[in-house]
């Protein structure tokens, strides 16, 4: 699983085609350049999950190859989310 930027997820238009279904992700440019040994057809194929904040102006866009459901994928984020600023926090003691 991991967070995508907006205009990595689509935008708002093509997000709402890509919701929930299944999709292939490309290496980007940058990626290419980290792993020049990717084959030119490399992607991974997962769904996109957007969840609607209700503190915050813009969702969250997470790309996941687990089954799991939208909830299920959003409450392991935000453990994730919580164990790396705790990571964090304790490094800047």
Do not use: C
């Not at 919701?19 to 350049?33: A, H, L, S, Y």
């Amino acid at each position: 699983m991991v967070r995508l930027t907006r205009s990595r997820a689509g935008g708002s238009a093509e997000t709402e085609n890509k919701r929930g279904r299944t999709n292939p992700v490309e290496p980007t440019r940058e990626d290419r350049k980290g792993h020049p040994d990717l084959p030119e057809e490399a992607q991974l194929h997962g769904r996109l999950i957007v969840i609607e904040s209700q503190t915050e102006k813009e969702p969250l866009y997470l790309f996941t190859t687990l089954e799991e459901t939208a909830a299920t994928v959003a409450a392991l984020y935000q453990e994730r989310w919580h164990i790396e600023t705790d990571s964090v926090r304790s490094k800047n003691r």
